[in-house]
């Protein structure tokens, strides 16, 4: 089992709809990640926060929304999202931003109706 | 704009058999040279990495060779068994930037 923990599993959301999605990690990193996964490509990054402050944001949309309440916690809230949105969201933690090997957790299953 | 490129896209391998994974790399700054394996619904999992000062490293059934003039590096699986088939990415890192290889998907036959 992974040690950087997200939920939900799977979620379906219509496009109105507004849902977060969860990821906690307790190994004491400082850096924590979300990465889209789409069916047979790579993970691709969105946000990067190091010490709970926003470090990299890759011009993602602004119906996603991340939040770090803590050094353990990361949120990513979901808003008027669209049909192409739906994918694999993938989050990791580092010990620090840039260094050591990332950490992913399961993801979740967006599907956006 | 995609700096690592893997192949194959996609590999069977008999039971028993190498599989040989391929990735290329054009920035120089990269410093950090990680491979990840991923199964079904599951996330990526770290698998074994390098750093640009080794031109070899080996765990187990899994061994990264590094190329730094060619700027290339490959992993190889040895005695391939059918619990290895997965997608496997390679990957290369300088400070922030992590960028993936495409993915090869493995499948190991019985």
Redesign the interface.
Known sequence: DTEVTQTPKHLVMGMTNKKSLKCEQHMGHRAMYWYKQKAKKPPELMFVYSYEKLSINESVPSRFSPECPNSSLLNLHLHALQPEDSALYLCASSQEIGSGPLHFGNGTRLTVT | QQQVKQSPQSLIVQKGGISIINCAYENTAFDYF?W?QQFP??????LI?IRPDVSEKKEGRFTISFNKSAKQFSLHIMDSQPGDSATY?CAA?F????R????T?LTVKP
Do not use: E, Q, S
């Open positions: 990680p990840y619904g599951k996330g990526p999992a770290l990495a990415f890192r400070d922030n930037d992590m993936f290889g495409a993915g998907r």
